[in-house]
Every structure is written in C-alpha cells, then in structure tokens.
C-alpha cells in the first residue's frame, strides 16, 4: 500500500505542473507578498486613493494582457497590442470628435478597428507564414505611424463627446453600493476576462487555441483549417485590444497618438508571470489577470517609494527575464 501511494504522489505533482495551477499559486503568493512588503514600506500604500489607481492601471494592462494570452496559446506572439490600442482610441477619436458621430458608433469603431488589424496580423502570419515575432513587429511599426498620421500628431479631446469619459472612470458599482466606489474600467476587465475564459475552456475555437499550440501540424493532418483558425484568435485578440484603447482613451479623455510603446512588454510579462508558456498549449486567463495585478501593484509600489521611472524599466526587464526563465524551467519538468 505504502509504495502505491509513493508511485501516485509524483504523478499527483507531474499534473500539477502541466496543469500550471503551481505557478498560479506561486504568482498569487508573490502577489500577497508585494501588497505587504509595500504595506510596510509605505503607509501610503494602501490608500483606497492608491488602491483605485492600482485597480485603473490593471484594468488597461489587464485587457492587453488578455488578448495576449489568445496569442501566447496558439504558439504566438503578439508586439503590437500596445500601437493597436492607440490606433483604436485614435479612431474612436476619429469617430466621436472630427465626425461628430453618436458614442455607440466610436465604440464599434475602436472594437472593429482592432479585430480587422487582428485579422491582418492573423493573416500575415497564417497566410504568408512569416513568423509572428516579425508580423506584428512590423505591424506595430505600421500602426505606430498610421496614428500619428491620422491625428495630426495631435492629441484627440473627447471634451464634447459626454459620456465618454464615464467608461472607465465612472463607477456604476460605487453608484449601487458607495463605500465601493470601484472603476468601470475594473468591472470592463472583468466581464472580458470571464468572457474570454468562457471562450477558451468551453467553446470550439478555445478548444483549437490550445491545440494550436501543442501540435499545430497534428491538427491540420486532422482536416482542420488552421490557418482560418488562427486568423480568428488573431482578430478576437484584436478585438480585445480596441476595448483596451477604449478605457485608456477614456481614462485620458484624450487619444494620444505617441502613446502606446511598451504597453506590449508589460502585457507579455503580465501573461508569462500568470502561467501561460511561451512555446504555446497552455495558459489561463485567471493567472494572466494575477500578473496583471503583480506588474499593476510593483510599478505603483516603486512610484510610491520614489524610485527613478529609469530603474522602474530596469525592475520590468529584469522580471521578464525572470518568468521567461521560470517557463522554461517549468517546460522541463513538464517534459
């Protein structure tokens, strides 16, 4: 009896690595750790003032984190979210302000935007099989510049567009119960996430976003149309991403076209700390939004500390070094 058990217990933690639910506990209790450590640094840190900047950051981060994660799965990935979502809010700028056009219409505008920017990148890399790191570099370039260009240079105001700037400051929670007076750009980035988790663990093109990226040729040998597949995770990614220049644009009041560059880094590191493998097949959405909010509450906690923004970039390279390596390491144990 005794060696049956001592035969199951490795066996127990085999699943638990390929599962990944290791590393979720592990980026949780770096979470805990960070919101304490600061705590103590800093009384100033757990203001409900500070903990609403905290929450607004993540709810930015955590959408572009999100679509990431689409991407991340299918073996992929993706440099552009950051330009995109500047794109996007530039063209609900377009839309709302220089066209005069009623509020819904600039929402579908940066929600169409991005999905059909998604569906070039997709296409690029399933259709032209260029590789996906020089994909969407080149489509973060194009996206960068077509910014600029439809701007002006220029910032987009959303002075006159009322309502606006209620998506992701406002607080319909805080409306119902006031002592929670929690963003709406909080509650967006949830109802995204428990929709894009919903997509992925019970809907067909979750199912082939995994396959996707465990064995791609086994699912075209199959009969599958992988191509077509991976264009639709690419343009859903897309998609998200223009919600994400939506509650930036609002959390603004403005489309700033230079915005945007290095928002990808950050969305990247967000989704390798959650648990999700570079090399494709598995990921969650639960532990992408857990390295949302340990990438959200660091940088807030190193402002409020006075740490130099020169060494804050230093700290966020330096972890996403740390959780390539920690995949990595995590794939060879796995193996």
């Given at each position: 009896?005794?060696?049956?058990?001592?035969?199951?217990?490795?066996?127990?933690?085999?699943?638990?690595?390929?599962?990944?639910?290791?590393?979720?506990?592990?980026?949780?209790?770096?979470?805990?750790?960070?919101?304490?450590?600061?705590?103590?640094?800093?009384?100033?840190?757990?203001?409900?003032?500070?903990?609403?900047?905290?929450?607004?950051?993540?709810?930015?981060?955590?959408?572009?984190?999100?679509?990431?994660?689409?991407?991340?799965?299918?073996?992929?990935?993706?440099?552009?979210?950051?330009?995109?979502?500047?794109?996007?809010?530039?063209?609900?700028?377009?839309?709302?302000?220089?066209?005069?056009?009623?509020?819904?219409?600039?929402?579908?505008?940066?929600?169409?935007?991005?999905?059909?920017?998604?569906?070039?990148?997709?296409?690029?890399?399933?259709?032209?099989?260029?590789?996906?790191?020089?994909?969407?570099?080149?489509?973060?370039?194009?996206?960068?510049?077509?910014?600029?260009?439809?701007?002006?240079?220029?910032?987009?105001?959303?002075?006159?567009?009322?309502?606006?700037?209620?998506?992701?400051?406002?607080?319909?929670?805080?409306?119902?119960?006031?002592?929670?007076?929690?963003?709406?750009?909080?509650?967006?980035?949830?109802?995204?996430?428990?929709?894009?988790?919903?997509?992925?663990?019970?809907?067909?093109?979750?199912?082939?976003?995994?396959?996707?990226?465990?064995?791609e040729e086994s699912v075209r040998l199959s009969g599958v149309n992988t191509d077509w597949w991976k264009?639709?995770?690419?343009?859903?990614?897309?998609?998200?991403?223009?919600?994400?220049?939506?509650?930036?644009?609002?959390?603004?009041?403005?489309?700033?076209?230079?915005?945007?560059?290095?928002?990808?880094?950050?969305?990247?590191?967000?989704?390798?700390?959650?648990?999700?493998?570079?090399?494709?097949?598995?990921?969650?959405?639960?532990?992408?939004?857990?390295?949302?909010?340990?990438?959200?509450?660091?940088?807030?906690?190193?402002?409020?500390?006075?740490?130099?923004?020169?060494?804050?970039?230093?700290?966020?390279?330096?972890?996403?070094?740390?959780?390539?390596?920690?995949?990595?390491?995590?794939?060879?144990?796995?193996?």
């Amino acid at each position: 009896m005794t060696s049956v058990n001592t035969e199951a217990r490795p066996g127990l933690f085999s699943k638990l690595v390929a599962s990944g639910a290791h590393q979720k506990l592990l980026a949780f209790a770096s979470l805990v750790i960070l919101l304490v450590g600061f705590t103590l640094a800093s009384p100033n840190f757990m203001q409900v003032s500070n903990i609403i900047a905290i929450l607004q950051a993540t709810s930015v981060n955590g959408v572009l984190a999100v679509a990431a994660t689409l991407v991340i799965i299918t073996g992929g990935i993706d440099l552009s979210v950051g330009t995109l979502m500047t794109f996007t809010a530039v063209m609900a700028g377009v839309v709302l302000t220089n066209l005069g056009l009623p509020l819904p219409l600039g929402v579908i505008a940066a929600i169409g935007a991005g999905a059909f920017c998604g569906f070039c990148s997709g296409s690029f890399v399933a259709k032209m099989k260029i590789p996906p790191f020089i994909a969407t570099l080149g489509m973060m370039l194009i996206l960068k510049g077509l910014s600029l260009v439809i701007s002006g240079t220029r910032p987009i105001y959303f002075n006159d567009t009322p309502g606006f700037d209620l998506i992701s400051n406002g607080s319909l929670i805080g409306m119902l119960i006031p002592s929670l007076p929690i963003p709406n750009g909080v509650l967006i980035l949830f109802l995204v996430a428990g929709a894009t988790a919903y997509i992925l663990s019970r809907t067909v093109l979750g199912r082939y976003c995994f396959a996707l990226g465990s064995n791609e040729e086994s699912v075209r040998l199959s009969g599958v149309n992988t191509d077509w597949w991976k264009i639709a995770i690419y343009s859903l990614a897309g998609a998200i991403v223009g919600i994400g220049g939506l509650l930036i644009a609002s959390r603004l009041n403005s489309a700033q076209p230079a915005l945007g560059l290095g928002y990808e880094l950050e969305a990247i590191a967000a989704v390798v700390i959650g648990g999700t493998s570079l090399s494709g097949g598995r990921g969650t959405i639960l532990g992408t939004l857990i390295g949302a909010l340990i990438m959200a509450v660091l940088i807030n906690g190193l402002r409020i500390l006075s740490v130099a923004q020169e060494w804050q970039t230093v700290v966020t390279g330096a972890i996403i070094i740390l959780a390539v390596y920690a995949d990595m390491v995590r794939r060879k144990k796995s193996a």
